[in-house]
């Protein structure tokens, strides 16, 4: 997949080196000018393919790159929890998708945000949960819109498309709530590595979902929304005819499980771990830094794939990546610096006592979590702080 090429950060090396030099480690920088390119990339790809996107804000769950991607033209939000819907329906935003499965005791939050004008979708994939949530509407008087999630790829939860409860959820919605649509997330896409099988995903995605729909509809069922998403699909789907909306989010910032999978490259990677060469173990061949797994989470989701980057690519403090080096090893606090091939070398030379790194992360998701608030990178190396939602 040809993907187009971002410009190295070094062009602005003296104010980011001044900037980066003095922010305390670890910190989750933002780069940006690739994080715009990456929501200019999704969003011109859906307008090209004639569909919605509605991010998922979960990678971020950030109100200033959320409202960047809304800027391009992104429609709608979905999110993955609750606590999300409350902050970001607080900052204005009233059309939300909560895309994770209705658990009885989150009804009254759920009823709390829609009475308040919040546009909130929920989600069943089971005939007892669109039961609970019918009655629960009845009782209260609230008609929640409900979409049903379908299983197109046995990654997760969800229905088969051509499972006859399929129907049997749709009438029971009938009563008490309203069925607004159907919806599926090809997670397995992300265990991929070629664009064949990828486009063969995203053509599985898609002809499940709207089997699932046209079913319903032919029962006599109003399913207005037809909703899939990957950032790999989305980005390697050859065409979404029928479907009326994307929704994808990692691709905002991407990760080195993304780079793995082939839709971006290691420049591409808008959030990176800035880090400080603490200590060194020469005879071992390591640099020892202030990055550890509560920086880069234990996520190691490229352990078992194409290439393992341990728990992070090493990058200079410029962005540009440093190829043979990886995170190889973490503990809580510290990170070690080694060379890919294992082969012990020129760390104290190459990276001296205090020296500022860029660690890329595995997972985006992951990483971000680890921290109450991004460092957003401009170009000429100015840095804002952007907050970070937490907690559930």
Same mark, same amino acid.
């Given at each position: 997949?040809?993907?187009? $090429?971002?410009?190295?950060? /070094?062009? /602005?090396?003296?104010?980011?080196?001044?900037?980066?030099?003095?922010?305390?480690? $670890?910190?989750?920088?933002?780069?940006?000018?690739?994080?715009?390119?990456?929501?200019?990339?999704?969003?011109?790809?859906?307008?090209?393919?004639?569909?919605?996107?509605?991010?998922?804000?979960?990678?971020?769950?950030?109100?200033?790159?959320?409202? @960047?991607?809304?800027?391009?033209?992104?429609?709608?939000?979905?999110?993955?929890?609750?606590?999300?819907?409350?902050?970001?329906?607080?900052?204005?935003?009233?059309?939300?998708?909560?895309?994770?499965?209705?658990?009885?005791?989150?009804?009254?939050?759920? #009823?709390?945000l829609r009475r308040q004008g919040c546009n909130l979708k929920i989600i069943t994939d089971s005939v007892v949960s669109a039961e609970t949530i019918a009655a629960f509407g009845r009782e209260n008087k609230e008609t929640f819109e409900v979409w049903i999630e379908v299983d197109t790829d046995g990654h997760r939860s969800g229905i088969k498309p051509d499972d006859e409860a399929l129907?049997?959820?749709?009438?029971?919605?009938?009563?008490?709530?309203?069925?607004?649509?159907?919806?599926? /997330?090809?997670?397995?896409?992300?265990?991929?590595?070629? $664009?064949?099988?990828?486009? @063969? #995903?995203?053509?599985? =995605?898609?002809?499940?979902?709207? #089997?699932?729909?046209?079913?319903?509809?032919?029962?006599?069922? $109003?399913?207005?929304?037809?909703?899939?998403?990957?950032?790999?699909?989305?980005?390697? @789907?050859?065409?979404?005819?029928?479907?009326?909306?994307?929704?994808?989010?990692?691709?905002?910032?991407?990760?080195?499980?993304?780079?793995?999978?082939?839709?971006?490259? =290691?420049?591409?990677?808008?959030?990176?771990?800035?880090?400080?060469?603490?200590?060194?173990?020469?005879?071992?061949?390591?640099?020892?830094?202030?990055?550890?797994?509560?920086?880069?989470?234990?996520?190691?989701?490229?352990?078992?794939?194409?290439?393992?980057?341990?728990?992070?690519?090493?990058?200079?403090?410029?962005?540009?990546?440093?190829?043979?080096?990886?995170l190889s090893s973490a503990n809580q606090e510290h990170g070690i610096v080694s060379r890919r091939s294992g082969v012990g070398g020129d760390v104290t030379t190459r990276f001296p006592l205090g020296t500022r790194l860029r660690i890329l992360p595995n997972h985006a998701c992951a990483t971000g979590a680890q921290f109450p608030s991004y460092q957003a990178l401009s170009p000429d190396?100015?840095?804002?702080?952007?907050?970070?939602? /937490?907690?559930?």
């Amino acid at each position: 997949m040809t993907t187009t $090429p971002v410009a190295p950060l /070094h062009k /602005h090396r003296l104010p980011m080196q001044s900037s980066l030099a003095i922010l305390d480690t $670890p910190a989750a920088l933002i780069d940006v000018p690739r994080m715009h390119h990456n929501i200019a990339r999704m969003q011109e790809r859906m307008n090209r393919l004639g569909v919605r996107l509605r991010p998922h804000v979960k990678t971020t769950k950030c109100l200033e790159v959320v409202r @960047a991607q809304q800027a391009a033209g992104g429609r709608g939000i979905t999110v993955s929890t609750l606590k999300e819907a409350d902050q970001f329906f607080a900052a204005g935003e009233t059309d939300i998708l909560y895309a994770v499965g209705m658990a009885a005791h989150r009804l009254p939050h759920a #009823l709390d945000l829609r009475r308040q004008g919040c546009n909130l979708k929920i989600i069943t994939d089971s005939v007892v949960s669109a039961e609970t949530i019918a009655a629960f509407g009845r009782e209260n008087k609230e008609t929640f819109e409900v979409w049903i999630e379908v299983d197109t790829d046995g990654h997760r939860s969800g229905i088969k498309p051509d499972d006859e409860a399929l129907l049997d959820i749709g009438r029971v919605l009938q009563d008490g709530a309203a069925l607004g649509g159907v919806m599926t /997330h090809a997670g397995s896409s992300y265990e991929l590595d070629n $664009p064949a099988a990828l486009r @063969a #995903l995203a053509e599985r =995605e898609r002809v499940g979902c709207l #089997l699932a729909a046209e079913r319903l509809r032919a029962a006599g069922m $109003p399913c207005p929304v037809v909703s899939v998403g990957s950032t790999p699909t989305a980005l390697m @789907a050859e065409h979404l005819a029928g479907v009326t909306e994307v929704r994808a989010g990692v691709y905002v910032f991407f990760d080195l499980v993304m780079c793995n999978v082939g839709v971006c490259t =290691e420049d591409q990677v808008a959030l990176s771990v800035l880090t400080t060469v603490i200590g060194h173990q020469e005879e071992k061949g390591w640099a020892i830094v202030d990055a550890g797994w509560m920086a880069m989470s234990r996520d190691r989701g490229t352990a078992d794939r194409g290439r393992d980057f341990g728990y992070g690519q090493v990058c200079n403090i410029h962005g540009v990546v440093l190829p043979e080096f990886v995170l190889s090893s973490a503990n809580q606090e510290h990170g070690i610096v080694s060379r890919r091939s294992g082969v012990g070398g020129d760390v104290t030379t190459r990276f001296p006592l205090g020296t500022r790194l860029r660690i890329l992360p595995n997972h985006a998701c992951a990483t971000g979590a680890q921290f109450p608030s991004y460092q957003a990178l401009s170009p000429d190396g100015e840095l804002q702080a952007w907050g970070r939602f /937490h907690g559930w």
